[in-house]
């Protein structure tokens, strides 16, 4: 049997690759791209079908972090012409929110520059959430403030949080190259106390950062280890202002690989394409969504994204449909596994309550803010464009919605 029959029996009965066989991904031919997204398309189908999951970006808090992520537009030091503002009032942040819901959003991500939350501002997301939840019950809200402390994650869940995201973002070998303020490790203790307060664990990576295809596989294995319900894949957008604004590693062809690889090692969970959607699949948006279930409408944190209705326009016209409200996101098996870690974790009381033992998923840093680490030996031998072709013309600033006067692209 090649390559890509193994791959798909294997991911249609739920079971994860080799590693091996998460490599030969990687080093497929752009001959053999078609079938590549053909085989992945398949597993897609069968644990997700047509479905589309939209999720909707609020910044909270933008810019002015003392963490010194290399990826991050909002890095200490960096020099990129972002929006900054302190934290929203929670009836700013429910009015963006609104927009995200009604152009199609099943989930809210509420996200916040820093290393980690106070327990003050636990209170606001707190109030920010109820102002949310009052106006939309159903609606998904997904947390990611950073590094949580001892019983924060459980206030929160409390507090209506359905999720928390944490990304790992890169394999714990390279995680010292990018990242000098926080370790890999605290990126793993974050995402297992959300998980451990019963909260839905949302982590992922980021592609693009001069890794080796061995980085990737190794922190797309330990997203699987750690049980993440959601996998976001973010693509390095290389701001201008960041040490990583020359790394302009991806193609298209490269990123389809990346987002097949990430769906066989996690068949039955929701691959979400994250940051830098536009910026490196290009045209070549619509191929991704056979592959993936799950993107964000409209802007990012800090970059602008595609119109709104333009994100709806794609999906119809390559034939998915977008996720209602009503409907479950992940297969009945997962959805259980989800519940009995809620069901046998603390979950509402201040407690401590440990962490759940194959627990979830992400780790450190927050949503899609773009930006990576330079690793010279690696980055000689990553695919792509050299430093004289740099595309930072598709990078734009985000300049509408949360923090601002005009409004939201969704
Ligand atoms: S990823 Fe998060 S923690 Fe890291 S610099 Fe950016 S805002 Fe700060």
Redesign the pocket.
């Known amino acids: 049997m090649d390559l890509l029959d193994t791959l798909t029996a294997k991911g249609l009965l739920g079971e994860v690759p080799t590693r091996e066989e998460a490599l030969a991904v990687l080093a497929t031919t752009d001959d053999e791209l078609l079938d590549v997204v053909a085989a992945a398309g398949r597993v897609r189908r069968r644990w997700f079908g047509r479905r589309v999951k939209l999720n909707y970006l609020v910044n909270l808090k933008s810019g002015l972090?003392p963490?010194?992520?290399s990826y991050?537009s909002?890095?200490l030091g960096s020099k990129a012409e972002i929006l900054k503002y302190t934290w929203l009032k929670p009836e700013q942040a429910a009015d963006a929110a609104r927009a995200g819901v009604a152009g199609g959003a099943k989930r809210v991500c509420l996200v916040a520059?820093?290393?980690g939350p106070t327990d003050r501002d636990i209170d606001r997301v707190t109030d920010t959430m109820a102002a949310i939840k009052d106006a939309d019950p159903e609606v998904e809200i997904c947390v990611c403030l950073?590094l949580l402390s001892d019983n924060q994650a459980e206030r929160l869940k409390a507090a209506g949080a359905d999720a928390y995201n944490h990304n790992l973002n890169t394999s714990e070998n390279t995680y010292g190259s990018i990242t000098k303020t926080h370790t890999y490790a605290d990126r793993v203790d974050t995402v297992q106390k959300a998980h451990g307060a019963g909260l839905s664990a949302c982590s992922g990576l980021i592609a693009g950062m001069g890794e080796s295809d061995e980085d990737l596989v190794d922190v797309v294995f330990a997203l699987r280890e750690l049980g993440s319900d959601s996998v976001p894949v973010n693509f390095l957008i290389p701001f201008e202002g960041t040490p990583l604004a020359k790394e302009w590693n991806l193609t298209p062809q490269r990123c389809l690989r990346i987002l097949a690889m990430v769906r066989f090692v996690n068949p039955d969970t929701e691959v979400r394409i994250a940051g830098g959607r536009e910026v490196h699949l290009r045209s070549m948006q619509p191929l991704g969504l056979h592959i993936a279930n799950s993107i964000f409408l409209g802007d990012y944190l800090t970059s602008e994204g595609q119109a709104g209705q333009t994100d709806l326009d794609m999906i119809k016209d390559a034939g998915f449909e977008v996720e209602g409200a009503g409907e479950a996101t992940l297969p009945r098996h997962r959805a259980d596994i989800a519940e009995a870690v809620a069901a046998s974790s603390c979950g509402t009381t201040a407690s401590s309550c440990g962490t759940a033992a194959s627990a979830c998923g992400s780790g450190g840093?927050?949503g899609p803010?773009g930006g990576h680490a330079h690793t010279p030996a690696e980055a000689t031998a990553a695919e792509g464009t050299e430093d004289d072709e740099l595309r930072s013309d598709l990078v734009k600033v985000r300049r509408r919605g949360a923090g601002t006067e005009l409004a939201p692209n969704a």
């Open positions: 972090c963490e010194d992520c991050c909002q890095r520059s820093g290393r950073g840093g927050c803010c």
